[in-house]
């Protein structure tokens, strides 16, 4: 079960503002991983569930986050269906995110008071996902859905929907700046975060300067907001 409350988990994502996402199918990689992305000030971290398998890599970096890392509330990515949902919470999965939005995925969640976090692209799509009890709406992928501008469109008329974009949020200022300006809670980022090079090359330490630069620059962001 779920060592975090749901209010807890949501919370957190708004405060740190980011939910770094990956996958690798190597276990002492994935540990790695998970530690420099706490290390670097992350606190909410998602494995998405792409690989044969997927469920056993998360289980050790649970185990690991536990023993060594107590205050990482790690969730599960990659979702499109209750079943699977319900292994990864049995596990200990702290939130669900997941391309699309899973009638029935949502109301598992909901009745356990885990965040559910689906793929939305369109107005209609994010009120569903609010009807069936989802707090931060993921919209997925965030580019092509329609960029920040899609975020001011939605909150415009729904100012008090809550959106995470995954896909299309890249790790410099300007992109950051233009979603958070836009509205967003918080955002989801992956393979611009956690590099191909940086797995590659083992280069933790890396990773945890630049999720430490993140963190910083969205707290500047949000700095210049509040004046």
């Known amino acids: 079960m779920a060592r975090f409350n749901r209010l807890t988990t949501l919370n957190k994502m708004i405060e740190i503002g980011i939910v770094p996402v990956f996958y690798t199918p190597d276990v002492d990689t994935a540990k790695n991983i998970a530690s420099a992305l706490f290390e670097g000030g992350a606190r909410c ?16 970096i649970e185990k690991h986050l536990i023993k060594n890392y107590p205050g990482a509330i790690l ?3 990659s979702i499109v269906d209750a079943s699977t949902a319900a292994s990864y919470i049995s596990y200990g999965a702290n939130f669900v995110v997941g391309p699309v939005f899973d009638l029935n995925t949502a109301l598992l969640c909901n ?25 931060i709406c993921k919209i997925f992928p965030g580019a092509q859905v329609g960029g920040p501008e899609f975020v001011k469109a939605v909150k415009g008329p729904c100012p008090w929907t809550s959106i995470m974009p995954t896909g299309g949020v890249n790790t410099t200022y300007e992109s950051l700046s233009a979603w958070f300006k836009a509205g967003v809670s918080c955002v989801g980022i992956g393979s611009n975060l956690i590099t191909k090079e940086i797995i590659k090359n083992k280069d933790y330490d890396l990773l945890i300067k ?11 962001i949000r700095a210049e907001l509040e004046k």
Do not use: H, W
């Open 45 to 60: 971290i998602e494995m998405t569930n792409r690989g044969d398998m997927a469920i056993d890599v998360f289980k050790e």
């Open 75 to 77: 969730g599960v990515g």
């Open 111 to 135: 009745s356990r008071k885990i965040p559910y976090m689906p793929g939305c692209g369109s107005a209609t799509e994010i009120y569903m996902a609010e009807t069936y009890g989802v707090e």
């Open 210 to 220: 630049n999720v430490k630069s993140l963190i910083e620059m969205i707290q500047n």
